[in-house]
């Protein structure tokens, strides 16, 4: 059903319609529940309007299924800007505004805003105790004691597979995640500080490479920012039996990158049979790739 015809559909609704579908939504009867929600969710978005004065009913059954059918279409626009994004821009992509997209359509009511001056106040602090005209290591040193330190950053080896790790508002407020997003914590840090930190997509892993005309050093975020040298990271290729190919020390375009956490998300769903998440993100997938 298209949007026109759905707003039709609860255009037509009268008030007494409206309340009567309000006061089924808090039957205790699955089946009941099951009708009134199709019933809602065929009226599209603009049911929203009316449902939401009701996410702040006394009645913890109501209020939990009127924020649910909310929260539905919120996802669901959240989605339809997701997939326009991956569809409309090129290799060189927004990277910062496509992870936030994308975390909006798995939490579509984030601050947006808020989670912006976090990053901004962490550049912030970095920026005073940073000397741009000291060696690399001494630079990534201090970023390093920094995130990995006192904000105590890290990997979720426990846990590695869990969605939340791919979605970087989770990141920010766990301050724990996978490879790539840990990366892209300290990028989106490295271009707030003008810093030639680019990320690369080595095969299992991903790291981060700061460039200069003098220094080229490799950061492992996922692992307390250790710092490597081009030789270790062909270290780890060879041990891990992978071929020594040029492209997987190339910086991954920022499209490449958005496609990886996409891909990540992906695998993650599909081992926790969670087929209409996985489906979700297969659609992003194939917009990342036309």
Known sequence: MNASVQSESAARLSEGQRSALISLLADEDPTVFKAVREKLLACGPTAADWLRPHSLSADPLLRRRTIEIINFFARHNADDR??????QHGEDLDLERGAWLLAQTQYPDINLEAYQALLDSYASELRERLNVRGSARHILGTINEFLFGELGFTGNEENYYAPDNSYLNRVLDRRTGIPLTLCLVYLLLARRLRLPVAGVGLPG?????????????????????????????????????????????????????LTRMCGNLHQTYTQLEMTEETTRIQRYLVALTH
């Open 82 to 87: 997701f997939l326009a994004f991956c569809l």
């Open 205 to 257: 892993h991903f790291i981060c490479r700061y460039q200069s005309t003098t220094d080229e050093l490799y950061i492992d975020a996922f692992h307390g920012g250790r710092l490597m040298t081009k030789a270790d990271c062909v270290h780890y290729l060879l041990q891990g039996h992978y071929a020594l190919q040029e492209e997987y020390l190339t910086p991954a375009s920022p499209r490449r990158m």
